[in-house]
């Protein structure tokens, strides 16, 4: 069977990012920025509370991508405390909560790539959570390369902000 996709994803100017450490250095991270609030610096804030912030990716696999992470500046899962590793667990669960309401995914991938040899390009921790929809690719994906979102990003945050009781919501409870 031959591979959907035959080529790759070229970014060359990446390789001066990875190759060179201090250029890494001299920028400041961008979910720092996020949680900063920095003007100049896009942001699809769904929620923030309980030290972690949950935004829409702006570069997402599929509608409602959404990238979880601390407030805090920490650079691997293991520098979280314990409450910190329930706190974001919970966390994923009402994020998953809420786009089962608002756009009612079949999966989801959940996960998280740490350090550069691993595919993470941010040095701030940081989960991915990505719903999956039934027939996502179709020819454009295919054929023109090219993703294929349900709606703008504006759009997927205005519907989640209808929501957001969900994170009062304890989802580990016995109910």
């Known amino acids: 069977m031959e591979p959907i996709f035959n080529d790759y994803f070229l970014v060359p100017h990446k390789k001066e990012y990875i190759k060179n450490p201090h250029a890494r250095e001299k920028k400041k991270c961008i979910l720092c920025s ?76 959940v996960g998280f790539n740490e350090g550069y040899d691993a595919g993470g390009s941010i040095r701030h ?12 690719l179709n020819f454009i994906d295919v054929i023109g390369k090219t993703r294929v979102l349900l709606e703008p990003l504006e759009q997927t945050l205005k519907e989640m902000k209808k929501y957001l009781d969900v994170f009062k919501e304890d989802p580990f409870s016995e109910k």
Not at 125 to 136: A, D, K, Q, W
């Open 34 to 109: 996020i949680r900063d609030r920095d003007k100049d610096v896009p942001s699809f804030e769904v929620y923030r509370g309980n030290g972690f912030i949950i935004v829409l990716n702006l570069f997402p696999y599929t509608s409602g991508h959404g990238l979880i992470f601390p407030e805090k500046h920490v650079e691997k899962f293991e520098e979280l405390s314990l409450e910190e590793v329930i706190e974001l667990n919970r966390k994923i669960r009402q994020y998953m909560k809420l786009l089962n309401i608002v756009q009612s995914p079949k999966g989801y991938n």
């Open 125 to 136: 921790f940081h989960v991915h959570v990505v719903p999956r929809y039934p027939r996502e």
